[in-house]
């Protein structure tokens, strides 16, 4: 190693040293013991352009062990992100900074994906994988490689622990997703303990056995020379991915705490600074020093990134003009827009139709906009029968036809979010995921991390209630939807029918400042005549008023979604029969209802109206806000059982008679 690489990368390890310590608290080891291997990727290998994070063909890198933090936004000052100043780096941590805890992708420039829940960050790179080679096949002509770049993680043991990390793995080596390359920072060591206690299992077996390369360093402590080699090798494998384990010890420097569980979660300390200084031969003070000559060492990544990029501008600008039609077809791709006129593909329905569940309404819609909007991408966790997510006639994403966008994501639903997310992070793409609701809880960690980073993607799930049937319990959904409407950022639709299903997909394929869940019925359902009943089109506000009596005020509002609006509307006739006035309220979307004015909300659930009736199978959590003091909920507060839809129907009481009796306390409450 020369002099300069080796204050270049300590100046690494003592930025992060320093701003952990300035704002006492962070995670010191990573950065320690993981600064050569970034170095040598960021100084060698990255293809970025900090003067333009968002150039579509740099390399994707992204810190899994997001509790290392200091060291990606260390990398992001020294190669010359313009956001990422010194400034910055001193209010590591401190709200309002452009350097928070962990990574946040939508906070700072050059940050590819949120991440510091584990096994995310090296999750989401196989969603980036699988969008490179998809783009690169679907845009790529003759000479001009538009789309060609690598996908690059750095992960830890905790990252390999998690399950969502292995289902990722299983994935990537299944597509042979060739441009995908982890180093791992193979420490043997989380934070409570060495991973002797919990994590024995030989990991690069593991990944050979997944299908991947597996190459190691033995000392990436100091040893860069190796560390380039593993990379020059991991590229040169575009077959498998590649996982390079590069053994280093945690907190490298530091006297005492290296190779202890105590490097975790609390800066060194004033004297453990100085030990580790002296001991690496760096100078006690100033802290946040960065020499000059390491500066403009890194610098170089400036003049190289604004280089590639113009190359590739003058091969896109070439391109543009030998196929027009698919330059087009990129910038639309890349400005989140849609090809004009694509909602003329939508079906719509009519009251005549056949009653239909909207799932199948769902997979109907998926169909009809697949070839219009050619990047659709997406599938399901091994239930595309079910789900309705697969695109007929389109191909399959397999390695042997990298052109496909129908996903098989195996029976791997936290990983399908994760890559999903990574699909959505790499941009080019408008991806959706889809399974049973019941099983949203087995991604959940993925999806609060698609509303926390306000992503593009679209969860469809289906089976969305006990009425889905025989299965029983366990495949029963009770509480996810409410569990779903508590993440923020995540807009929860539940569709009425038919016309309120494509209305609902059209938002979702449109909407992009974060996710959307489509919550989709097993059953039948019929067409709710809209001659006779409001538009479809006011999906969009989240609820309104499908009837309201002809003269008068109502006596009492019926407020339901999904499955439950048509028996809100049977309930009705029963209410009409004994002379009471009811308005019925088909409320899809609680977050889309909120985003309107007061005025809106106001004339949809007059606050005078007290006696209001909600009913939605599933838990009644959240819906008191609705319903109001004086309202009830018919809701289902437990979970449900194994047996034909109609016979739980009649068993869990969800009958126009129960609506009708519930509306007539809610109006004798009301009065008292
Ligand atoms: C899903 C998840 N669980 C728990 C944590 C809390 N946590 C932060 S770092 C860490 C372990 C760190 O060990 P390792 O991944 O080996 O990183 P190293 O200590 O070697 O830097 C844990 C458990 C987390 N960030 N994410
Ligand atoms: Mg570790």
């Not at 291997?37 to 063909?57: C, G, Q, R, S, T």
């Not at 239930?383 to 695109?391: K, R």
């Not at 609006?565 to 889309?592: C, F, H, N, T, Y």
Request: charged share 20%.
């Amino acid at each position: 190693m020369t002099d300069i690489e080796n204050r270049a990368i300590n100046t690494i390890r003592f930025l992060s040293i320093d701003a952990i310590q300035k704002a006492n608290s962070g995670h010191p080891g990573l950065p320690m013991g993981a600064a050569p291997m970034a170095y040598v990727l960021w100084k060698e290998f990255l293809k970025h352009n900090p003067k333009n994070p968002e150039w579509p063909d740099r390399d994707r890198f992204v810190l899994s062990a997001g509790h290392g933090s200091m060291l990606l936004y260390s990398l992001l000052y020294l190669t010359g992100y313009d956001d990422m100043t010194m400034e910055q780096l001193k209010s590591f941590r401190q709200y309002g900074s452009l350097t928070p805890g962990h990574p946040e992708s939508n906070i700072t420039p050059g940050v590819e994906s949120t991440t510091g829940p584990l096994g995310q960050g090296f999750s989401n790179c196989v969603g980036m994988a699988v969008a490179e080679r998809f783009l690169a096949e679907t845009f790529n002509r003759d000479n001009y490689r538009i789309v060609d770049h690598y996908t690059y993680a750095l992960a830890s043991d905790g990252d390999l622990m998690e399950g969502v990390a292995s289902e990722a793995a299983s994935l990537a080596g299944h597509l042979k997703l060739g441009k995908l390359i982890i180093l791992y920072d193979d420490n043997k060591i989380s934070l409570a303990a060495p991973t002797e206690v919990a994590f024995t299992e030989n990991v690069e077996k593991r990944f050979d056995s997944y299908g991947w390369q597996v190459l190691n360093v033995a000392n990436g402590n100091n040893d860069i020379d190796a560390i380039r080699n593993a990379l020059k090798k991991a590229k040169g494998d575009t077959e498998h991915p590649t996982l390079i384990a590069v053994h280093t010890t945690i907190g490298y420097g530091s006297p005492n705490k290296a190779n202890t569980s105590g490097i975790h979660g609390s800066p060194l300390g004033l004297e453990e600074v100085k030990n580790t200084k002296e001991n690496l031969g760096w100078p006690f003070e100033p802290d946040f020093l960065v020499p000059v000559d390491v500066i403009e060492h890194y610098r170089s990544a400036v003049e190289a990134g604004e280089k590639w990029e113009k190359e590739w501008k003058v091969r896109f600008n070439e391109y543009s003009k030998k196929y027009p039609e698919l330059a087009k077809k990129w910038d639309l791709a890349w400005t989140n827009n849609l090809p004009e006129g694509w909602e003329k593909v939508l079906p719509v329905f009519s009251p005549d139709d056949n009653a239909v569940p909207t799932r199948k309404v769902s997979g109907g819609v998926i169909n009809a906009v697949a070839p219009v909007i050619p990047n659709l991408i997406g599938g399901s966790a091994d239930l595309a029968p079910s789900t309705n997510t697969y695109m007929k006639g389109i191909d399959e994403q397999q390695a042997a036809t990298p052109g496909g966008r129908n996903i098989r994501f195996g029976v791997r639903e936290h990983a399908m979010g994760a890559a999903v997310n990574g699909m959505a992070y790499h941009g080019g793409v408008i991806p959706f995921g889809g399974t049973f609701l019941t099983f949203s809880d087995y991604m959940r960690g993925s999806v609060r991390i698609s509303a926390l980073a306000g992503l593009h993607t679209i969860w469809v799930y289906t089976h969305d209630s006990v009425w889905m049937g025989e299965d029983g319990p366990t495949h029963q959904s009770v509480e996810q939807i409410a569990a779903l409407r508590a993440i923020p950022n995540l807009i929860v639709i539940r569709p009425a029918d038919a016309n309120e299903t494509v209305e609902a997909w059209k938002f979702a394929l449109t909407y992009n400042k974060g996710p959307v869940a489509l919550i989709l019925c097993r059953q039948n359902l019929p067409v709710i005549d809209r001659a006779v009943y409001a538009e479809a089109k006011n999906l969009v506000k989240g609820a309104y008023v499908l009837y309201d009596p002809s003269e008068g005020e109502p006596d009492v509002i019926l407020i339901a979604t999904g499955s439950e609006v048509s028996l809100a509307l049977e309930g009705k006739e029963l209410l009409d029969q004994r002379g009471i006035k009811s308005r019925i309220v088909s409320m899809p979307g609680w977050e889309l209802f909120e985003m309107q004015p007061q005025e809106y909300r106001d004339g949809v659930l007059p606050p005078a109206i007290k006696a209001r009736l909600v009913i939605e199978t599933g838990v009644g959590q959240g819906w008191h806000k609705y319903a109001g003091e004086k309202g009830r909920i018919i809701a289902l507060e437990r979970f449900g059982v194994s047996a034909p839809y109609k016979v739980l129907k009649e068993k869990f009481g969800f009958t126009a008679r129960l609506v009708a009796d519930e509306a007539v306390k809610t109006i004798e409450d009301s009065k008292i």
